[in-house]
């Protein structure tokens, strides 16, 4: 039984492993077609967030974790992101 | 049931814990408060001089920038299946995962200090532009995070090779794995934000 889970586990970290450099791989691409705008932009920030998540809920393990930890690391991903996006539209021309 | 003895199993829903100690938790609010100060500062100051920050961001070597954040990656991974492996009760093979970790880590060094040499023989200085001087500090500041986390994977290394962790000693491989998870954390945020958002 335990063993039966631990191997999920490994499975689990693997997939979300190979997920993260997708999504490397597709803000690269990204930056190689000089891709730019507001709309580029926010999808950046949403692959960045989304990457930020996996490693907040799963890696780092605050999925288990009591819910206020949850909040403060999920809620620094997102306020920071929000930020970027904010000066990213103030500096728009 | 052997899930319900330690909750990091993820089949069975049990008590909330931290893993590791809450003192690594304290410290890495307050590390990624720093961080995200000094992220939310290169924006705004990017807000004043788009033009100029697009021209000198193109100058970057995305490459390098895209390799270093598969490598942080794929040693969080890494890091992850050596805490799985000390839960099974296999420390000691976890220890291979921990080394492959600081493989990783250690090609990330190289790379960003290749990077670095590149920027320096262009002529590029702290006080070069607004642009390099962001680059060049905030890519330092998480590099000396990187260097700091390989101290702490290397002890990871030797004591899991003596057979220190498992499933009732947890402790000490969770709390600097979160530490190696944060270093990962950070640049996610760093790198779109610094090499490709234009």
Redesign the interface.
Known sequence: ???A??A???R???L??LA??AA??L??A???G?A?GPA??AL??A??MA??TV??L??????????L?RI??LG??A???A??G???W???? | ???AKH????????E????GDLAI?IFI?AE??A??LF??AY??A???D?ALF?AEQEALN??A??IN??LL??A??F???AV?AA??GRGRQGARWLLAALGCAGGFVVIKLAEYAAAFDAGISLSSSTFHMFYLSLTFFHFMHVLLGMVILGALWLNARRGRYGPRDMNGI?TG??YW??V??VW??L???V????
């Open positions: 039984m335990s063993h889970s631990h999920i586990a490994d689990r970290s693997t979300l492993w993260l450099l490397t791989a803000t690269w990204i930056g190689e000089h730019s580029i932009a950046l920030l692959v960045a990457k930020g490693v907040i799963d890696f780092m393990a605050l999925a288990r974790a009591p819910l930890w403060a690391l620094w991903l306020l920071v992101c930020l970027i904010l000066a990213y103030k500096g728009m021309p | 049931m052997h899930a909750t990091l199993s993820p089949s069975l829903p049990a909330p814990r931290l893993a938790w609010l990624l408060l961080f995200g992220f939310a924006a705004f990017r807000a004043h788009p697009a995305r490459n920038g895209a954040t598969a990656l794929t969080s991974y890091v992850v299946r799985h839960e099974a969770e794995a979160a998870h944060m990962d954390l996610l945020v790198f779109p934000l090499y490709v958002i234009r």
